[in-house]
């Protein structure tokens, strides 16, 4: 089999070895078109379970089942060329024994061809994050807040203001990155926190809501191009206002379909005389 002409997409090993070169670039894909237009800015592409609240309105992610997962990661990885790419193990899918996050971060793999896997969790998976790095799966770690225990953990706040929840974040990144995870995504964690452990660990970290002391930065694309401007947590930037855009371009439709101006004679088929 030639190779030849492939472009040769980033390994979770290359994204560990950029831990104290340059920031990393992260952003959130779920779909072809959208990958296609991130992946030659981006370092990683996380095919996050957000898309449950993004593309699905969901209230949570806890709905998010495997096969949406793989639906979206085999989207995404027909759009990327480049970046490397992970996908969300979702809520029930490897909590429930480390052989059962191995069986399902084996479907994810084998179905989607992704880089690797992310799952939520600390302490209490640390040894599920050994099982799967020791036998294959490169894993994308999640500590600080966790979207998948928001039913548990008293809803979407910034953590590590008191001792004791500073001390758990801390106890949570050195576990899973000895566990053999080969990054970090520290989300929703106050900035003296995320630098001390960036500084503790081996691993880089990737901070959405954790300040520029991280090694890398993740955003949820939808959120950074401005398609939900209802609410807007702190840590997000508009990078671009597409909601208002979308919203005139589908009225002008509309007044054009009205008037009968559109189709025009241009986007009509006529027979040939
Ligand atoms: O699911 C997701 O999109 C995430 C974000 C925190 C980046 O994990």
């Known amino acids: 089999m030639s190779t030849i002409g492939q472009t040769k997409r980033t390994t979770p090993t290359q994204i560990e070895a950029m831990k104290g070169t340059r920031p990393i670039v992260s952003l ?11 992946d030659p800015h981006c370092d990683l592409l996380l095919v996050g379970d957000s898309l449950g609240m993004v593309l699905y309105g969901m209230e949570t992610t806890v709905g998010v089942t495997l096969e949406m997962m793989i639906a979206h990661g085999q989207g ?5 060329q480049k970046a490397c790419v992970i996908v969300d193990l ?32 600390g302490e209490e998976m640390a040894e ?10 490169p894993v994308f770690g999640h500590v600080g807040l966790m979207p998948q225990k928001v039913n548990t953990s008293g809803g979407y706040r ?22 053999g995870a080969f990054a970090l995504l520290v989300e929703g964690t106050v900035e003296p926190l995320a630098r001390e452990i960036t500084a503790s660990i081996d691993i880089p970290t990737v901070g959405i809501g954790a300040s520029p002391a991280c090694d890398g930065q993740i955003l ?13 947590p702190r840590f997000v930037k508009h990078f671009a206002e597409l909601a208002p855009t979308i919203s005139k371009a589908a009225e002008a439709y509309a007044e054009e379909v009205k008037a009968r101006t559109f189709p025009g004679p241009e986007h009509t088929f006529q027979v040939k005389k």
């Open 220 to 232: 949820v694309s939808d959120d950074m191009f401005g398609l939900f401007s209802d609410f807007k």
């Open 158 to 179: 910034s953590l590590g203001r008191s001792d004791e929840e500073a001390d758990k974040i801390r106890r949570d990144a050195k576990v899973i990155a000895q566990a």
């Open 90 to 121: 979702p809520f029930g899918s490897y909590q429930e024994s480390k052989e059962q996050a191995f069986r399902n971060s084996a479907r994810i793999l084998k179905e989607t061809g992704c880089n690797g896997v992310k799952l939520e969790g």
């Open 76 to 80: 995404v990885m027909r759009g990327a």
């Open 128 to 137: 599920t994050v050994a099982f799967l790095t020791s036998r294959g799966v």
């Open 28 to 38: 959130t894909a779920y779909t072809t078109p959208i990958a296609r237009l991130l």
